[in-house]
């Protein structure tokens, strides 16, 4: 076999990638057998355009049949695929070089449509060039094909009769008009091409004939090639029913006679024909006068007065009800819900109508015509974008559905679906539905809110946003300084007139006017409006958050969204990422939730949410996050019960966790899941990392679950549809990152014994069993307790606690204008290596580091002050983590506003506090451990 030169990688890669590798297959050999010099084609292959090749011969039966009869054209056409873009004089010139291998034109003009069509549809595959500019360099093949057959036919018939000329003496001219997609220049890869045949005037001869004879054999001549079946196959099908008069009409009139027949008769749906009209053969002179004459005046220049817009309704009605006959085993993907004539109905009907007063509009293309409509302002970013998606998805599809049998089709059968998930590139069966609903979806949004009614009294508020005028509101905020009324009012202004990066439809401007006095009332009355308003806009950049924002409004909506919006960039950072968050969160609890209640929570969410697991614990996790941290944010006493706010943060996690492993299957697996560091003392807050460390309880466990806590590690860190649930940490575990990441119990004992160091006394101190196999859990335990407390603390350790401590410090981002409340002078580390230092001397295991400061501080009086700090530094740390889209530890000067009117101290106050107490809790720490 030929194939057997091939390496044996591509022909995997390329098996991969086609629906029917037999075809492929059959289909290569007899190429390589109808090949002339089959080595200089095995030669030219490479693996990309192996590929290439294998799939061209999978997705479409005229090139396969094509290619094994022409064998050398692949070789010969695709060079200089990259950046070749060919226009009509170029093809003209390029037929004339295979002229001399056909007898008849026709077979000519079919043959060299393969031939191009092979480079194009390869340039799609390639994606060397957008679909636009792929349609646009297929569509000018046809005009090529036109003008090549109707120059023939004149010729003919010149030569029969003479050319016609008019009375005075002066050539009369023919003009050939390209409609539909041909004019659009979007030409599907098996369409018919919309043509309207016209000529100069009526008034003249050629030979015996009048010119109307002339040019009706002329143009009956030139059907007639273009529509021939060849050996080659039919060059084209024409369709010439978009004439005036139609099929009833006669095949060619003069300009005067179709100027008159526009003026006199014309309808509305013509007006959406002869928009996408355009020269492809003839004079283009002609096609001068006429797009001054007749296109334009006809298709743009007339009123859009009430009789025209109900005719265009009457036009959506139409296509409304055409949509609704869809059978079982198929559908019209042109004339289906959301399908491609709606899309194209959409952007005409809105050219048309506003046309007259904006050239910009006079577009032919509707990739184009979607743009100038954004630019205009009548489509938002959103719109254009999801309708150009559409249209390529859609076009593409039927690309698909038609190259594979060859046929004009725009119908899609469940059973093409398998074939179109490997030529589209998809995932599988589930995923294509998912693009094609999603696409169809927002087209037919954006062809039921075509020519929206609206007219209302607006309140000065909304006067106010829509004329950029902010002294409107000066009475009416006299209290609030000016500039920021100005700022916001200037802000919305910008929305409205879609700047921001944000644009509004119709529908979500009329419900921003409803509901602007609320707006503006919510963001002018926060503790920080310019926080307020950023967070909003934010939100609002997302096309999803702009549609619930303004199409889903509400008193209990706004509540919560601004109260997020007026504290917490964080949670604006994660609710613009998941819109769809705030209606898990809009249950608003007025107290920390006990663990009972998530875990309730949990069950009813699983009956009601349908979604992935993966992607459900991760939704889960993060409305609580967000619910909790609402909770907080309410909290006038958030000092007092910020260890409450922990504790809510850990039972959530905790919840998660021993869910997880449930669903994962781990129960019953001799294997125990422990947490160190903030997860073990039960003091987790907002964007805590966890640290884990997995026990096996043996090696024979380990060996026959040895796989399942990387299994874990992977589900929690994993990205999907809903993100991450955990950054997780095992640097804790026996020799770090270099240790097993699931020692067995044995193991630990060893290590614990021979080779733990000082520091890991320190941290296993907050060692804390959370789920798995509760034997397991025990036995770690004990073996944890001999290893903290088998033996008293040397001085030789204890000098090794203060010097690591201080390297930690060394370490931190303590700077000008800028505090580490955990590593840095005076912080959070200070407490805690002081905390853990003391308990082991007093051979005491307390996890929560506030809970150990209250035990320990009955007989080590100095601590009695840390333990307001320690919570003073543990607030600071969760506000600034809300306040901040990725806040951490380090608090800067210019964070110190917002926190402050969090916590309502003034930032001069608030800096003061944080130095006075750094302070404090260093001259503690060396009190213990720096002597």
Not at 16 to 43: A, C, G, M, R
Not at 75 to 81: A, Q, T, V
Not at 839 to 867: H, Q, V
């Amino acid at each position: 076999m030929l194939l057997e030169r091939l390496p044996k990688e591509w022909i995997e890669t390329a098996k991969e990638q086609t629906f029917n590798w037999d075809i492929v297959n059959f289909s290569l050999e007899e190429i390589l057998k109808n090949h002339p010099h089959p080595q200089t084609l095995i030669e030219y292959l490479n693996p990309r355009r192996f590929v290439l090749l294998a799939k061209i011969l999978d997705q479409s039966s005229c090139l396969r049949k094509f290619l094994i009869k022409h064998p050398t054209a692949f070789e010969e056409n695709l060079p200089g695929l990259w950046y070749r873009f060919k226009n009509k004089k170029t093809y003209l010139r390029e037929l004339e070089k295979f002229k001399n291998r056909f007898g008849d034109i026709s077979e000519l003009l079919a043959f060299y449509r393969h031939y191009e069509l092979l480079r194009i549809f390869s340039k799609e595959l390639l994606g060397t060039a957008t679909l636009e500019e792929i349609l646009a360099e297929y569509s000018h093949l046809a005009d090529a094909l036109v003008e090549y057959a109707y120059g023939e036919a004149y010729r003919k018939f010149a030569s029969l009769y003479g050319e016609p000329v008019a009375p005075s003496g002066e050539k009369i001219g023919g003009l050939i008009l390209g409609l539909g997609k041909l004019g659009s220049e979007e030409l599907n890869y098996y369409s018919d091409i919309d043509l309207i045949f016209l000529h100069e005037r009526d008034d003249g001869k050629a030979g015996s004939l009048s010119a109307v004879q002339f040019y009706e054999k002329v143009f009956k001549e030139t059907v007639s090639i273009l529509t021939k079946i060849t050996p080659e196959g039919k060059p084209y099908e024409v369709d010439l029913d978009l004439r005036p008069f139609g099929k009833s009409g006669p095949l060619t009139m003069s300009l005067v006679s179709a100027e008159t027949y526009y003026e006199s008769y014309g309808r509305v749906w013509e007006r959406f024909a002869l928009l996408r009209a355009r020269h492809v053969a003839g004079e283009k002179r002609l096609y001068d006068w006429f797009w001054e004459n007749v296109q334009l005046p006809f298709v743009y220049k007339q009123p859009a007065d009430p009789k025209v817009i109900e005719e265009i309704r009457l036009m959506k009605k139409k296509l409304e009800t055409l949509t609704k006959k869809r059978t079982l085993t198929q559908i019209n993907i042109k004339t289906c819900k959301g399908g491609i004539r709606e899309l194209e109905f959409t952007v005409q009907a809105l050219q048309i109508l506003l046309g007259k007063d904006s050239p910009l509009l006079r577009e032919r293309n509707t990739f184009r015509a979607i743009w100038k409509l954004h630019q205009k302002g009548i489509f938002s970013d959103e719109e254009a974008y999801n309708l150009e998606k559409a249209y390529i998805f859609l076009r593409k599809l039927e690309h698909r559905l038609q190259l594979k049998e060859c046929i004009q089709t725009q119908n899609l059968k469940k059973s093409d679906v398998p074939f179109l998930v490997k030529a589209l590139e998809l995932r599988d069966e589930d995923h294509f539905w998912k693009v094609f609903n999603r696409h169809t979806e927002a087209v037919h949004t954006a062809f039921e809110n075509l020519l929206p009614e609206r007219k209302e009294k607006l309140s000065p508020v909304a006067e106010a946003v829509i004329s950029g005028d902010p002294e409107r509101l000066e009475k009416l905020y006299s209290d609030i300084p000016s500039w920021t009324v100005e700022r916001v009012v200037l802000t919305l202004n910008s929305i409205w007139e879609g700047g921001e990066g944000i644009h509004l439809t119709e529908r979500e401007k009329e419900n921003f006017l409803k509901w602007v006095d609320y707006i503006v009332e919510k963001i002018l009355r926060s503790p920080l409006p310019e926080t307020t308003l950023s967070n909003m806009v934010r939100f609002l950049q997302n096309p999803t958050g702009r549609k619930l924002f303004f199409l889903q409004p509400s008193e209990r909506l706004y509540e919560t969204l601004f109260r997020i919006f007026s504290v917490s960039s964080y949670l604006t950072n994660k609710i613009y990422v998941s819109p769809d968050l705030v209606e898990d969160i809009l249950t608003l609890y007025k107290d920390y939730p006990t663990r009972e209640e998530i875990e309730r929570d949990l069950e009813e969410f699983k009956k009601t949410k349908n979604l992935p697991y993966a992607d459900l614990i991760r939704r889960f996790e993060k409305s609580w996050t967000i619910r909790i941290a609402l909770i907080f944010i309410s909290d006038p006493n958030k000092s007092e019960n910020i260890n409450r706010l922990f504790k809510a943060f850990t039972d959530l996690t905790e919840v998660v966790l021993t869910d997880i492993w449930k669903e994962l299957g781990f129960e019953g697996i001799p294997l125990a899941l422990f947490a160190l560091g903030k997860f073990g003392s039960g003091e987790l807050t907002l964007a805590s990392d966890l640290d884990l460390v997995f026990a096996f309880a043996d090696a024979e466990a380990k060996n026959r679950y040895i796989k399942k806590p990387q299994e874990l590690v992977r589900f929690v860190t994993s990205h999907t549809a809903e993100g991450y649930l955990y950054k997780v940490d095992f640097r804790l575990r026996p020799m770090g990152t270099k240790g097993e990441l699931a020692p067995t119990l044995d193991y630990f004992e060893e290590y614990f014994k021979k080779y733990a160091r000082t520091w890991e006394r320190l941290a296993w101190v907050r060692s804390r069993f959370i789920v798995g196999d509760r034997e397991v859990g025990e036995k770690l335990n004990r073996l944890v307790e001999e290893f903290l407390f088998g033996k008293p603390l040397t001085e030789r350790e204890e000098r090794e606690i203060y010097e690591m401590r201080l390297k930690l410090q060394e370490h931190s981002k303590d700077g000008r204008n800028r505090y580490d409340i955990k590593a840095g002078f005076g912080g959070l580390m200070d407490i805690e290596f002081l905390v853990q230092y003391l308990l082991l001397k007093k051979g005491k295991k307390i996890e929560n580091t506030f809970e150990a400061l209250e035990y320990l501080s009955e007989e080590y009086k100095p601590l009695e002050d840390l333990k307001g700090v320690y919570k003073f530094f543990r607030l600071l740390e969760t506000v600034n983590r809300l306040v901040k889209p990725s806040g951490g530890s380090v608090i800067n000067v210019n964070d110190l506003p917002k926190i402050g009117a969090v916590l309502n101290i003034s930032p001069e106050g608030l800096e003061e506090e944080i130095k006075k107490n750094r302070k404090l809790v260093r001259e503690t720490f060396l009190e213990f451990l720096g002597k």
